[in-house]
């Protein structure tokens, strides 16, 4: 049995799969399937160790981006996109697997061309309530379409195509115990914390505000900073140089990148999350976390703030649009949940009630029954 998988090359596209592949593993070892091979397509590798850990292949393929704005490289991309999907469908060739799980994202594109040109049958994941161009077009022709928000059924024509799954989530990331979590930070104990997550990139608006709000924070929180490794530099920096001789300065704590052992235990000692709305939200609320989120202002069907505002309806989150993030605002927002026992055990029940358990092993075991039937 071959299962490919294929996914832009974000956080939020490539560890869904990780999470999906994991539960492909775990039953192929539970139902005595020993001939399975997971390949996964994309421009990079993205995660080796996660690949590694879960037994599966990396297969290069470059791919072209379609930008939102006006761009030379969008002229120069069109080129590498044909030259992807020619490659794509040679190697798509030789492994020719059984099925092809897609997450969406310009890096998904040559492998579904290609899984469209052989046949091969296609299960594609939706993470946003507005699906994008890939997986919109996609949806057109694939055999399973799972969704992760219930009103992003609305963008597909395929309708009896659609499963609302929900959002896979890694095991590897469940959060630790609060007093381990403290301990392995170094932070204490009785002070509430702050986790903030920029997504796998970082995010540069979010960074600034923090930093902005230090000096008014750490009297009152401790603070887990994720920053994205091309801002830890600039963030580490600009925050020695704003906590310098501060008595507070230890409450603070930045990282460029969070791996599953340490988001675990940032998740295991946080009151509050800050973030975007990506596929970081679903496991935000698998933590039971209440959160601050903060949404592109421009996106693929402004899919962003639909994310965003999804989960504040739910009750999970507070929304402060990018437009709005100064320092006054932010710090509003971050002490309305902090200073508020009551409403935020309220938010953190309604974040738990926004999962949809289950949804790594549900697609699994389509993508595996899909697969056995065309083996035969």
Avoid at 350 to 359: E, I, T
Wanted: glycine share 8%; aromatic share 10%; hydrophobic share 45%.
């Amino acid at each position: 049995m071959k299962i490919l998988i294929t996914g832009g090359g974000t956080g939020g596209h490539f560890y869904p799969l990780v999470a999906v592949a994991e539960k492909i593993n775990e039953i192929a070892e539970k139902d005595k399937i020993f001939d399975l091979k997971i390949y996964y397509m994309s421009t990079t590798e993205y995660d080796k160790r996660a690949l590694f850990e879960q037994g599966i292949n990396f297969v290069s393929v470059p791919a072209g981006k379609k930008r939102m704005y006006s761009s030379v490289k969008n002229f120069f991309d069109i080129f590498k996109m044909g030259i992807g999907v020619l490659i794509g469908i040679v190697k798509m060739f030789f492994i020719f697997p059984d099925v092809v799980f897609a997450k969406g994202g310009y890096a998904s594109y040559p492998a579904l061309f290609a899984a469209r040109v052989f046949g091969i049958p296609i299960v594609i994941h939706e993470s946003d309530a507005a699906p994008g161009r890939v997986n919109l077009w996609a949806g057109k022709f694939a055999d399973r379409i799972a969704i992760s928000y219930p009103e992003a059924i609305d963008y597909f024509e395929k309708k009896d195509h659609v499963a609302w799954t929900g959002q896979p989530v890694r095991s590897s990331i469940q959060k630790a115990d609060r007093k381990d979590s403290m301990n392995y930070l170094g932070f204490d104990e009785s002070v509430p914390t702050i986790l903030i997550l920029g997504g796998s990139q970082g995010a540069d608006m979010i960074n600034n505000v923090v930093l902005d709000c230090l000096l008014d924070l750490l009297p009152e929180v401790q603070i887990i900073h994720q920053t994205g490794e091309k801002h830890y530099e600039d963030v580490k920096g600009r925050a020695n140089m704003a906590l310098s001789g501060n008595p507070f300065a230890s409450r603070y704590r930045s990282f460029a990148f969070l791996n599953p052992v340490g988001l675990r235990m940032s998740a295991g000692g946080a009151n509050l999350v800050v973030t975007r709305a990506g596929s970081t939200l679903f496991e935000i609320a698998g933590w039971g976390i209440p959160a601050v989120v903060v949404p592109f202002a421009v996106s693929n069907n402004d899919h962003s703030r639909k994310n965003a505002y999804s989960y504040a309806r739910a009750g999970a989150g507070i929304v402060v649009e990018e437009g709005n993030l100064t320092k006054s605002v932010f710090l509003q927002a971050v002490f309305e949940v902090i200073k508020n026992p009551a409403k935020a055990q309220e938010m953190s029940e309604k974040a738990k009630a926004f999962l949809k358990p289950g949804a790594s092993e549900l697609i699994a075991r389509e993508i595996i029954h899909i697969a056995e039937s065309h083996e035969k």
